[in-house]
């Protein structure tokens, strides 16, 4: 019995699974970084972005600083993207 996943405990007179088979299906229910990633994307991009830009049109003394801040790190972070596809490309390149 000690060789199996999961079994039948005799001694105890229940099935039993051992604790890495349970783990194991944890693991797989998890999502991964980067689909985390993709989606977290898409949320800002899709709704997040356009909530504050029109909120920034119907109220900008509350939410303009706030939008302005929004775009400027999505554009530092798309200008840091831009810089490692370059990096990227070239090394490829050179090899």
């Known amino acids: 019995m000690s060789n199996t996943i999961a079994g039948f405990d005799e001694k105890h007179s229940r099935f039993r699974v051992k604790p890495q088979l349970h783990a194991k299906s944890v693991k797989k229910d998890l999502a991964s970084a ?15 972005v356009g ?7 119907v109220n900008p003394a509350t ?13 530092k972070n798309n200008e840091l993207v831009k810089r490692r596809r370059k990096t990227k490309e070239a ?3 050179l090899v």
């Open 91 to 93: 090394d490829t390149e």
């Open 63 to 75: 939410y303009e600083a706030t939008a302005k801040t929004i775009a400027e790190l999505i554009d």
């Open 51 to 57: 909530y504050i830009n029109t909120m920034a049109k």
């Open 34 to 48: 980067s689909r985390l990633k993709r989606e977290s994307i898409k949320e800002i991009n899709e709704n997040l």
